[in-house]
T-cell receptor, first 109, second 113 residues
């Protein structure tokens, strides 16, 4: 079966750095995606990785290792507004997105 | 810049009642999706459409029907609502099948009593 695993909840301090991990087992691979979802709102696209390595976009970076079935989202200089759920999704061989349950990130002052 | 708009945003139904959720997008996207989101679970695909006049089943299609009569609209219907269909429903759209950058509506919270 297809599976995406990510921690349920994480806590970090304002101004710090946090890494949210995602491991996956899917039928084929056509890219890994990270979305941010604030409570009660829609998911919004953050990043896309299809090749191994690190993609940086401002305070957010995303890393992919296809051989290990592993990705992480790195958030630097955390701000209170970063409190949200972070969803990991993998596009399988049929170009369908398989979604993880999300990681709720709590930022404390 | 409306993007993806869902109506209604909230609805309470009794078991056995029917209803339709409407999704409208103004980005000329070909692909449209209906997902449900439940606590502790990832988004699950109900039905999707690859263009006007087409629909296809997703992971959890039972109890739902869809129609895409116009390119900009994607309707999700519940013919006989059940408590198991209590959920938050998200519509999403995008240009092509090989992009995972989806644009989501704000969600519709449905409670079935």
């Amino acid at each position: 079966g297809q599976n995406i695993d990510q921690p349920t909840e994480m806590t970090a301090t304002e101004g710090a750095i946090v890494q949210i991990n995602c491991t996956y087992q899917t039928s084929g691979f056509n890219g890994l995606f990270w979305y941010q979802q604030h409570a009660g709102e829609a998911p919004t696209f953050l990043s896309y990785n299809v090749l191994d390595g690190l993609e940086e976009k401002g305070r957010f970076s995303s890393f992919l290792s296809r051989s290990k079935g592993y990705s992480y989202l790195l958030l630097k200089e955390l701000q209170m507004k970063d409190s949200a759920s972070y969803l990991c999704a993998v596009m399988d061989s049929n170009y369908q997105l398989i979604w993880g349950a999300g990681t709720k990130l709590i930022i404390k002052p | 810049n409306a993007g993806v708009t869902q109506t209604p945003k909230f609805r309470v139904l009794k078991t056995g009642q029917s209803m339709t959720l409407l999704c409208a997008q103004d980005m000329n996207h070909e692909y449209m999706y209906w997902y449900r989101q439940d606590p502790g679970m990832g988004l699950r695909l109900i039905h999707y459409s690859v263009g006007e006049g087409t629909t296809a089943k997703g992971e959890v299609p039972d109890g739902y029907n869809v129609s895409r009569l116009k390119k900009q609209n994607f309707l999700l219907g519940l013919e006989s609502a059940a408590p198991s269909q209590t959920s938050v429903y998200f519509c999403a759209s995008t240009w092509t099948s090989d992009t995972g950058e989806l644009f989501f509506g704000e969600g519709s919270r449905l409670t079935v009593l």
